[in-house]
């Protein structure tokens, strides 16, 4: 058995009116000039909680713990990258030049719970980890309720 991908841009016109049309838009917008700057650059966060920490996860490969800044103001922690890299690859006769500028921020509010004074960061494998202590008397008590 034979498998043949089907690809509509080449199979199908879906304008027969302007023939070339579509394809034109195809390659302007699948270029990966455009297709890497329109892309969000924005780490995925997790957020969890124990019984005496608030967890913040944020997944960001490729970057070194000194890239980051983590700032608290005013019960808002704000998590902040800006990286610049240039590369160079040698490819036929000429060499080609791609500046990569990113950044990024991303800010939560703490619960009135949080103990600012204790926040913890750890980069490790990707990912930045950030712990936040509870206040003492925000820490969940758990107890057996007796039945009467």
Known sequence: MTLVKFNPGKNVKRNGSMPG????????????????????????????ES????????????LK???????L???????????SQQENKEERNYNKKEFSYSSFVRSFTLPDAADENGIE????DGVLCIDIPKLEEAKTQSRQIEIK
Do not use: W
Request: hydrophobic share 40%.
């Open 73 to 83: 103001d005013s019960n808002v922690l704000s998590i902040s990258v800006e990286q």
């Open 51 to 62: 019984k005496d920490y608030y967890h913040v996860e944020l997944a960001a490969p490729g």
């Open 65 to 71: 713990k000194e890239d980051f800044k983590i700032s």
């Open 121 to 124: 960061a750890k980069y490790t």
């Open 21 to 48: 049309f579509d394809s034109v838009f195809d390659s302007i917008f699948n270029d990966t000039f455009f297709s890497d700057r329109m892309m969000t650059r924005v780490p995925a966060v997790n957020i969890s």
